[in-house]
């Protein structure tokens, strides 16, 4: 069964940082691959996300992630955090399989962006 | 984009009534809805999957009959929990996709449920 795994439960960084935040997956094929981010109280907004091409993906806020195939990787990334970029992270994929397939998420990481 | 709205945002109801949910698709039509339970710091976890017109179909684990589902046209799909208990309290997230949109979903801003 396919699998999502975000080693850090809770990160923080402080503002201006960088960031860089882990996904893996266990998956036979390469999936679609996804990142969202949910602030408190609130729904999930897509940051970004890879279907095939090139494997550095530019998303919204000035996020990226890059999937790393060798690695079954495909982390977020932010050369300067800001603080209200503090929620919850989410990776999710979905088989590249045809049909409709069910969504695997990650169990989040929280990032905290301290002064 | 696509956008998704649930209503209502926030409902505290007293244990042993129902409480509807209703997720709209509001710019696209949506071929298929899906209905997520979060836990409290904790991932979103599938409950059921509906397409329009049809029955949803539950996860394991999900009781059906608590849950209800319809989906009945291609922009509204409500989520009904009969016969509610505090352990039923969470917070209820829809998503949809549609025609045109690969195997993207877009996520409503999410239901929070206190069964007092």
């Known amino acids: 069964a396919q699998s999502v795994t975000q080693p850090d439960i809770h990160i923080t960084v402080s503002e201006g ?23 408190p109280g609130q729904g999930l907004q897509l940051l970004l996300k890879y279907f095939s091409g090139d494997t550095l ?12 195939r060798s690695q079954s990787s495909f982390n977020l990334r932010k050369p300067s955090v800001h603080w209200s970029d503090a929620a919850e992270y989410f990776c999710a994929v979905v088989p590249n399989s045809g049909g409709y397939q069910k969504v695997t998420f990650g169990t989040g990481t929280k990032l905290q962006v301290i002064p | 984009g696509a956008v998704v709205s649930q209503h209502p ?6 244990s042993g009534t129902s409480v509807k949910i209703e997720c709209r698709s509001l710019d696209f ?9 979060q836990f409290p710091k904790k991932s979103l976890m ?9 029955k949803a179909t539950y996860e394991q ?4 009959d608590k849950f209800l589902i319809n989906h009945a046209s291609l922009t509204l799909s409500t989520l009904t929990v009969t016969s509610a208990h505090p352990e039923d309290s969470s917070f209820y997230i829809c998503s949809a996709r549609g025609y045109g949109y690969a195997d993207e979903q877009f ?9 007092l």
């Open chain 2, 29 to 37: 039509q949506a071929t298929t809805m899906f209905w997520y339970r």
């Open chain 2, 107 to 115: 996520f409503g801003p999410g239901t929070r449920l206190t069964v």
């Open chain 2, 46 to 54: 599938l409950m059921a999957t509906s397409n329009e017109g049809s």
């Open chain 2, 9 to 14: 945002s926030r409902v505290i109801c007293k």
């Open chain 2, 61 to 64: 684990g999900v009781e059906k």
């Open chain 1, 57 to 68: 993906v530019q998303g919204i806020k000035g996020f990226e992630a890059e999937f790393k």
């Open chain 1, 17 to 39: 940082a960088s960031l860089e935040l882990r996904c893996n997956y266990s998956y036979g094929a390469t999936p679609y691959l996804f990142w969202y981010v949910q602030s």
